[in-house]
């Protein structure tokens, strides 16, 4: 019979890291606060660490790194990339989104992108807790709802497992 997993919006037993963006401050500021008030509303505000970066670019070495230590069931990446006059967005925030993919890809671990990516300071604060609500909260609820899911799966994988062995297969 097909089985179905889906993660769950319950952190009760998860511990999450998160990596913030110091550049656009005004902007990763406010993205820290919605992630702060999901952990918070999630009963992890304690189970969580903050772990601040120069800017969008670093965001996902930093990743690695806390990723790498085994300590959390998730990573929540969180920054602000504005288009200026240069061609300077695109590589930046386009690093910066293959960097996260590639450590969440490599490590196994939910490792999600908080960035906001905007035209202007003004849609990016609509991103930041206005109008559009906050993707720091978004990001949070993401990264329990994959770390819950991922967590399902390998029990689902292992009591497949064992089954196959208790069958002589």
């Given at each position: 019979m097909a089985r179905t997993f889906e993660g769950e919006a319950?952190?009760?037993?998860?511990?999450?890291?998160?990596?913030?963006?110091?550049f656009n401050k005004e902007i990763t500021d406010r993205l820290l606060e919605g992630a702060?008030?999901?952990l918070s509303r999630q009963g992890m505000a304690e189970?969580?660490?903050?772990?601040?970066?120069?800017g969008s670019f670093e965001?996902?070495?930093?990743?690695?790194?806390?990723?790498?230590t085994g300590r959390y069931d998730a990573v929540v990446c969180l920054g602000a990339v504005?288009?200026?006059?240069?061609a300077h967005f695109e590589y930046v925030a386009?690093?910066?989104?293959?960097?996260?993919a590639r450590?969440?890809?490599d490590t196994g671990l939910p490792v999600i992108f908080g960035v906001v990516t905007a035209e202007t300071l003004e849609q990016a604060l609509e991103r930041s807790g206005g109008?559009?609500?906050?993707?720091?909260?978004?990001?949070?609820?993401?990264?329990?709802?994959?770390?819950?899911?991922l967590k399902k799966i390998d029990s689902g994988a292992q009591g497949k497992q064992r089954g196959s062995q208790r069958k002589g297969r």
């Open positions: 319950d952190g009760k037993d998860l511990t999450i890291a998160v990596v913030v963006s110091r702060r008030d999901a189970r969580a660490d903050i772990a601040y970066v120069p965001l996902p070495l930093a990743a690695l790194r806390l990723a790498r504005l288009r200026g006059e240069t386009g690093q910066a989104a293959a960097g996260i450590v969440s890809l109008r559009l609500g906050n993707k720091g909260y978004d990001a949070v609820l993401a990264a329990i709802e994959m770390a819950n899911l």
